[in-house]
């Protein structure tokens, strides 16, 4: 979000917000290391990074056979070469456009500071990022103590006595106000912030 505020969107909230919220109101599968230069829109199959085709278009199938046909393919390479995916940045991909076509996303509501987890799922939502006048709001997502017999891994849990691994319950779960950043200060310290980590 930082990046993008300072870089793509030329520090104009109202162009980020139109874009990241407006414009794809299904909401974001992925932006990370996105190019922003290329149309949004979700890629269900990875192109290859040597001739753009997807993984399927490699495989060889014996005469007559194909994907999806339970015969197994022929283990050499339909196109000479060996699938390997395009490690340059992709398309942002929206769950709206390109290959997804999902409906609109009601909004999340969290109470931030007084996050009670009842409408915003801080067990499974673990960053959250306001998109706030002054700056970034971060929240992160915090555990309250397990009980006695429970060792927390992650957003799983291991009973001891049974060796299971459990998920734990949503209820133990809220966002914490991590901070608001001012869009005018420094760039937050990344690593520092990590540590909110749950
Ligand atoms: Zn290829
Ligand atoms: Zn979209
Ligand atoms: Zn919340």
């Not at 990370?32 to 149309?39: E, L, P, T």
């Amino acid at each position: 979000m930082w990046e993008l505020y300072h870089g793509r969107f030329e520090r104009s909230l109202p162009a980020m917000r139109r874009t990241l919220i407006d414009d794809h109101p299904a909401g974001w599968s992925t932006i990370n290391r996105a190019d922003w230069h290329q149309k949004p829109g979700f890629v269900a199959e990875q192109p290859c990074g040597t001739c753009g085709s997807a993984f399927v278009k490699h495989l060889e199938w014996p005469p007559g056979a194909g994907p999806g046909q339970g015969v197994p393919a022929t283990g050499r390479n339909a196109l000479g070469h060996a699938y390997e995916r395009d490690q340059r940045p992709q398309r942002p991909q929206c769950l709206c456009h390109g290959d997804r076509h999902e409906e609109d996303r009601k909004p999340i509501v969290c109470k931030a500071s007084r996050c009670d987890g009842s409408t915003c799922d801080p067990g499974f939502i673990m960053w959250v990022y306001g998109l706030e006048d002054d700056g970034l709001r971060i929240l992160s997502c915090a555990r309250f103590a397990e009980p006695p017999g429970y060792e927390t891994k992650s957003l799983a849990i291991v009973n001891y006595r049974t060796g299971a691994l459990e998920q734990l319950p949503r209820a133990w779960y809220r966002h914490r106000d991590v901070g608001l950043y001012p869009w005018k200060g420094a760039e937050p310290d990344w690593k520092i912030l990590n540590r909110w980590a749950p």
